[in-house]
């Protein structure tokens, strides 16, 4: 990894706390690989944006491996990123800039939300998972594909435990929101409701969400509401980014569901 840079793409927040958390995480993350050099940039709201992360990345490096670090895959991911790399093969051409994939939904990102999920039940005193409803909360996207990628994890979820409702709400640009869901299990019988934000850190969305919950418990006081924090710094992510990196290409035929789509064919990953 000498003549390597791994460069950890973070989406970037107005709320300074969650820039922050992110560059703590590398912190934490170069701490465990002493050998690897890693920087970070963000994608917006940031002094060091994309292009300005990948020249440094470039600096005395052959090798560039971007990762980013993201949950859903919407337009950053499929285009502002890709749009970036190929401008930053133009001006840095002996270096070899490699793509790998953003987090994902996958099993790992199950485990983390299961555990925030069974550390709600054990804060409502374990009630009945059949009057108990599960709400899965995230950011929100334009792109269908990354709101469906919320919605896989919904079912995960239902599959793997014994609650009658596990339901999906988003924060922003999509719908359902948040109030609306609280709304439909309290008139389907729910009388608990365990909500888990599929957020990495703190920003002004969850300082909002914090807000509802309040404004939640003043308009139903007869239902139990418990609400899990963001995971940015769970150990399965360090361990989900160390395999991005040491597997880091793409594999033949892509792994993004956008791949093909015409907004995608001007950018060679």
């Known amino acids: 990894m000498n003549d390597t840079t791994v460069l950890l793409v973070g989406h970037g927040s107005r709320f300074h706390g969650g820039n922050a958390e992110t560059l703590e995480f590398a912190d934490q993350w170069r701490a465990r690989h002493p050998d690897w050099r890693i920087v970070t940039c963000f994608i917006e709201y940031d002094a060091v944006l994309l292009d300005a992360g990948l020249d440094q990345a470039a600096r005395g490096a ?12 919407a337009g950053h991911v499929k285009m502002e990123i890709p749009a970036a790399i190929a401008a930053a093969r133009e001006r840095h051409p002996d270096v070899s800039f490699e793509y790998g994939r953003h987090l994902g939904m996958g099993r790992d990102i199950l485990a983390v939300l299961q555990d925030r999920l069974d550390g709600l039940m054990a804060d ?10 599960v709400i899965l909360l995230g950011r929100g996207s334009s792109d269908a594909g990354a709101n469906g990628e919320l919605a896989k994890m919904a ?8 609650h009658d409702l ?20 309290v008139r389907l019988g729910m009388t608990q409701i365990a ?10 969305l969850t300082e909002r969400i914090a807000a509802q919950i309040v404004r939640l418990r003043a308009l139903y ?12 710094f769970d150990e399965r992510l360090f361990s989900l980014l160390d395999a991005r990196v040491l597997g880091l290409e793409l594999p033949a035929g892509g792994t993004l569901e956008c791949d093909g789509c015409k907004y995608r064919e001007k950018y060679e990953l």
């Open 155 to 162: 079912r995960w979820v239902f599959e793997d435990n014994d």
């Open 221 to 232: 006081p007869g239902i139990a509401f418990a609400l899990a924090e963001h995971f940015g």
């Open 166 to 185: 596990v339901d999906l709400a988003f924060t922003g640009i999509t719908w359902p929101r948040l109030e609306s869901v609280v709304q439909r299990q």
């Open 62 to 73: 052959r090798r560039v491996q971007v990762v980013p670090f993201i949950l859903n895959a």
């Open 124 to 133: 409502l005193a374990m009630p009945d998972p059949r009057t108990t409803g």
């Open 195 to 204: 909500i888990v934000p599929v957020y990495l850190f703190a920003g002004r």
